[in-house]
Every structure is written in C-alpha cells, then in structure tokens.
C-alpha cells in the first residue's frame, strides 16, 4: 500500500531562493508605493537584506562584463570590479535610496530670529538617471526663518542634501525633492535653492561639451512673493567668473 504523507512547511521557506531583489519589490507593490530611481524605499528592506542584495547586484554585474566580452578570469584588473560596482552603487552614489533620512535635530526659534540666512556652497554628488553619469555640482540654500521655524544645525543641511542626491536623478527633480524636505523640517517663512552642476552625460558622451552647467532654482513662500527678498539672495551668491 502507497503511504501518502505530508509535511509542514515553514512560512519562512517558502521564499527559499528567491532574490531579494524580488521580495522588496513585492513589499513596495503590496503597500502602493512607487519605486522610481530617485525614491527611497529603506522602510521595506529588512535587517541583512542590504547585504544579500549586494551579492546579487554583485553577481548581476559580473554577467553584464561578460556580455561586454571583458575576460574577467584573467584580466587582473577587472577580476574584482563586478563586486566594486556593486558596492559603489548600494553603498555610495546611491546610497540615498536604501538608508533612513539622517538624523536631524530641531531647535526651536528661541531667540525669534528672521533675517535671511544662506547656507553653501554645498558641495553634492549624484547620476543622471538616463545614463548613470555623475552629476557634481554645488547647492546654495537661503531660509527666511519666522519664530515658529525650527532651527537645524548646518552641517544638518549638507547631510540631508547629501541623502537626497545620492540617488540617479534628474537635477529639476532633486531641488524640488530637496526643498520639500528642507520646508517640512524647518518650516521657514522663505525657502530658496539653487544648483549649479555638471552632467557628466554631456561632457563623457553625446555632445561631449565638457564646458557646460545647469543652473536651476526653487522660490517658496517669502521668496517667491517678495522680488527684493528673492534679489537680496541671488546678489549674495558668488559669482564666478
């Protein structure tokens, strides 16, 4: 007589083998949330899974080269460069996709302050998102604190800068990224940022002019209604040249 028998299955094996790529993305999918390249999605990897997707960014890259044709086996410079690719993307240039905002602590305005403040130049580095080329560039940031506004220590603004262009962009979206984030923290009468960088994706390749910048602007509040606030400002950023 044939004995059928069965055996229970762990939850946790179920998923045994599937990339971990797969599984964030699931959980981004179930809750509706958008997973575009300049998202940060840190609140759906778990503990350990930032390293498992290492590897598997890792050994994806390792099969790009090969398709390259780059003989990785015995080219002694590029016998590591599958997993420093890896590393480089996760851990640095696009690190802003797959950590928590840095920690910011607010003061409140106790000494009621409410002349202009400039913050930079902020030096900042991210990527196209068209070609993965760097964009290196600089970010002046002016608030016009009223004394509701909470006051955040300076460095706090090239760290929250530093966490939202470390993600493929594009250099429009990223100021008004930043300036939501600045405006939801400190909550300023004004807020103005400019940036000024350089696409690698037009001096590398296609035009290959290595001489040109993009200059692009956000005005809230004060800045955007008052023309002499918004003068002052822009008198007071370098000028280079």
Not at 12 to 40: C, M, W, Y
Not at 56 to 76: C, F, P, R, W, Y
Request: aromatic share 6%; charged share 25%; glycine share 6%.
């Amino acid at each position: 007589m044939l004995m059928q028998t069965t055996s229970r299955m762990n939850p946790d094996d179920t998923d045994e083998g599937t990339p971990v790529s797969v599984k964030i993305r699931e959980r981004l999918q179930a809750a509706r949330r958008r997973f575009h390249a300049n998202d940060n999605i840190a609140d759906f990897i778990e503990p350990g899974e930032l390293e498992q997707l290492l590897d598997e960014v890792e050994t994806k890259m390792q099969g790009v080269l090969g398709s390259l044709v780059i003989d990785t086996d015995n080219d002694h410079n590029t016998g590591q460069t599958a997993r420093r690719v890896a590393k480089m993307y996760l851990n640095e240039v696009f690190r802003g996709r797959y950590v928590k905002s840095p920690a910011v602590t607010e003061f409140p305005n106790a000494e009621h302050l409410n002349e202009l403040m400039i913050v930079g130049p902020i030096t900042v580095r991210s990527a196209c998102s068209h070609h993965f080329c760097p964009v290196i560039g600089q970010i002046w940031i002016g608030v016009l604190p009223n004394e509701h506004t909470n006051v955040i220590g300076l460095s706090k603004y090239a760290r929250l800068a530093e966490w939202v262009m470390g993600r493929p962009q594009i250099q429009e979206e990223a100021v008004v990224q930043l300036a939501d984030l600045i405006q939801k923290k400190t909550q300023p009468d004004g807020l103005a940022i400019v940036m000024e960088a350089t696409h690698f994706c037009m001096g590398w390749r296609g035009v290959k002019d290595v001489d040109s910048k993009m200059i692009n602007s956000v005005m809230r509040g004060s800045f955007l209604k008052d023309a002499n606030l918004r003068r002052e400002f822009l008198s007071l950023l370098p000028r280079k040249g």
